[in-house]
């Protein structure tokens, strides 16, 4: 276990270092260039030369690259050059809001992916219409399912807010508002935090749903036709026992896996539907930064993302060896 | 410079979409099917959408972009302003009520308004002229240029500020006129947040001017909240407080603004909106700055 941990933490590094030296080549190679919006977009190009100069950007790649490592490796991603903070503080205030909907949206695929697969592999009557219902949303872009939602359920229908995290304050320590509110025994706000989640983590949800739906579906079909659940059957168990303990638990390794590449393509595609609904998270943060070459927010946000993923998959793979002790994790 | 600070006005016209007097005059607060949009909001908010953050603090001597000018001009004023309500270029009287430039332009005596208070209560006198200016050069922002041109600013009483320039400027009202141009801080304010940067961390979420409306929200990327401020020396507006909320998204502001969610637009919107709602023919307003391109 402590090899295997090593191993990956190992793996992880190199992961971000490629990272690192990837975003910054590209930012060295492209036009952008932020000491315009450090400055205002009605500074004159002289002004704009001049704060170059004092922010350090005309200096060599290597030196600029060495010196962002080094701020790295001592926590400090250096500062950002559209909201003048740290880039850490900056992170810290704008990732919780994306963790709630990230994990929201997760736990909702989850759940659809669990009925999609159920329903088709037991074969539930009447559960094809809703399947293809599922198909269909999954086959339309996370962008244009979060305007189609906008556009019904707040433009026509006026029953869901289309903007932000909630209505109210934030009360508590974590950030996040439905979970905040909720600890502070706060009904209305919390009613009101759950409203402006809803639209945005369904319509997260429902690409990974169907994916990791459909590979757990095929794995379940595989599963049930097996000797052991067929004595199972013939012990006396009733379906529901022998779905319950014999055909999940061995079907779910594939749909673990799938689970775990699905919320790493989460994270990328949180940045689309976060402007989309003005989401105040990481997404939007990172949305906002890349149109003004804010390089520090840009390399900052791409390594904290590129982590979460690594982590994901480290877990993803503890899990496999958990549900299955065949499988050692390495 | 004087061409730029032109469009700088132009463009604080932005580009808006204000609802004239409708129907009912009752905000719906929920808003919902398509039109619903009413009146005016009669409740004392007025919600204006922005599209996209500001883009940077909301510090007057740092500003110097467009998104966040309407909440500049209102937390904060200067010296002069450009006249309101009038297509000619004219200098008009803001916190100084009549000034005199002597015949090379390079001295100009500002005789200031008796009665004005910050918003942290401490009355504006003329030695806030020099500790703004001076703030300005310290803080070395975009607009940092209109007061650089400034040699020393003498105060003979309180209300009288004399500034002196390194050299003739017949520019140096329009820089004080500006929307961009140097305003007045609190110097009280100034010295009690100062930090180590000048107040910069203060005033990226507080305000310490003037104006008719005091800062209350600042949250970047998120909403800014204006509210009024009831020892303001002018006229009262019907509206106690101002809401910006940011939106990220074009399509998702307009449907706010068509079921009432949001009261104005300020935000360039896509020529083929501005088609729907001339279309649509309900009486709204629409306010063009002309010069708006901004060269770079």
Excluded at chain 1, 210 to 239: H, M, N, P, Q, W
Excluded at chain 2, 54 to 74: C, E
Excluded at chain 2, 271 to 296: I, M, P
């Amino acid at each position: 276990m402590l090899a295997f941990l090593t191993r990956r933490a190992a793996a992880a590094v190199v992961i971000l270092l490629t990272l690192s030296l990837v975003i910054f080549v590209l930012q060295a190679v492209s036009p952008g260039d932020p000491a315009r919006a450090y400055v205002g977009a009605n500074a004159s190009p002289e002004m704009v030369a001049a704060e170059r100069q004092r922010l350090g950007l005309n200096d060599p790649f290597f030196t600029r690259y060495f010196h962002f490592l080094g701020g790295v490796f001592t926590g400090d991603l250096g500062r950002s050059l559209r909201t003048r903070q740290s880039v850490v503080s900056d992170i810290a205030t704008y990732l919780p809001a994306t963790a709630e909907l990230v994990v929201t949206a997760f736990l909702i695929a989850l759940v659809l992916a669990a009925l999609y697969a159920l329903s088709g592999a037991l074969r539930w009557p009447g559960a094809a219409l809703g399947r293809g219902v599922l198909l269909l949303l999954a086959a339309a872009p996370p962008f244009l399912l979060a305007l189609i939602g906008i556009i019904v359920f707040f433009g026509q229908l006026g029953w869901l807010p289309a903007r932000g995290v909630g209505d109210f304050e934030d009360p508590g320590p974590f950030g996040m508002q439905a979970l905040d509110t909720l600890l502070h025994g706060q009904p209305d706000a919390f009613v009101n935090a759950l409203a402006h989640l809803a639209l945005p983590a369904v319509v997260l949800s429902i690409a990974p749903a169907v994916a990791i739906g459909r590979v757990f579906r095929s794995s379940l079909r595989a599963v049930l036709d097996v000797d052991y659940v067929r004595t199972a059957r013939s012990k006396g168990l009733t379906e529901f026992q022998v779905v319950a303990h014999h055909v999940v638990r061995n079907g779910i390794g594939p749909a673990l896996s799938m689970g775990g590449l699905q919320l790493g393509f989460m994270f990328a595609g949180v940045v689309v539907v976060e402007q989309v609904f003005s989401w105040p998270g990481i997404g939007n943060y990172l949305a906002a930064s890349i149109p003004v070459a804010d390089f520090p927010a840009i390399a900052g946000v791409t390594l904290v993302l590129g982590a979460i993923y690594v982590v994901s998959n480290v877990v993803v793979d503890l899990l496999q060896a958990v549900a299955d002790p065949r499988v050692t994790a390495e | 410079m004087h061409t730029r600070l032109l469009r700088g006005v132009a463009i604080c016209a932005a580009l808006t979409m204000a609802l004239s007097a409708c129907s009912s005059g009752t905000r719906s607060s929920n808003g919902g099917g398509q039109g619903a949009a009413s009146g005016p909001p009669t409740d004392g908010t007025l919600t204006v959408g922005l599209l996209g953050d500001i883009g940077q603090p909301p510090d007057p001597d740092i500003y110097y972009a467009n998104n966040g000018t309407a909440i500049m001009i209102n937390a904060y004023e200067g010296l002069v302003q450009y006249k309101n309500n009038t297509d000619k270029v004219e200098i008009a009287p803001r916190l100084a009520e009549r000034w005199e430039v002597n015949p090379t332009h390079d001295v100009y005596t500002f005789h200031l308004r008796k009665g004005v208070t910050f918003h942290d209560g401490t009355p504006f006198t003329s030695v806030a002229v020099d500790v703004a200016f001076k703030r300005r050069i310290a803080v070395k922002g975009g607009a940092a240029y209109m007061v650089d041109v400034v040699k020393s600013v003498d105060t003979p009483d309180d209300y009288t500020a004399v500034i002196t320039l390194k050299q003739p400027n017949t520019a140096f009202l329009s820089y004080l006129a500006s929307p961009f141009g140097p305003k007045m801080e609190s110097p009280e304010g100034l010295k009690t947040n100062a930090g180590s940067d000048d107040a910069q961390t203060y005033l990226s979420s507080h305000d310490l001017g003037t104006g008719p409306y005091m800062l209350t929200t600042a949250q970047t990327g998120v909403k800014y909240e204006l509210t009024q401020y009831d020892g303001y020396w002018g006229p009262k507006s019907p509206f106690k407080k101002v809401e910006l909320p940011v939106y990220t998204d074009e399509s998702a502001l307009e449907l706010a603004f068509d079921n009432g969610t949001v009261d104005t637009i300020a935000a360039a919107l896509p020529s083929s909106s501005l088609e729907k709602y001339r279309r649509q023919g309900r009486g709204f307003q629409l306010l063009f700055c002309r010069r708006c391109r901004v060269r770079w």
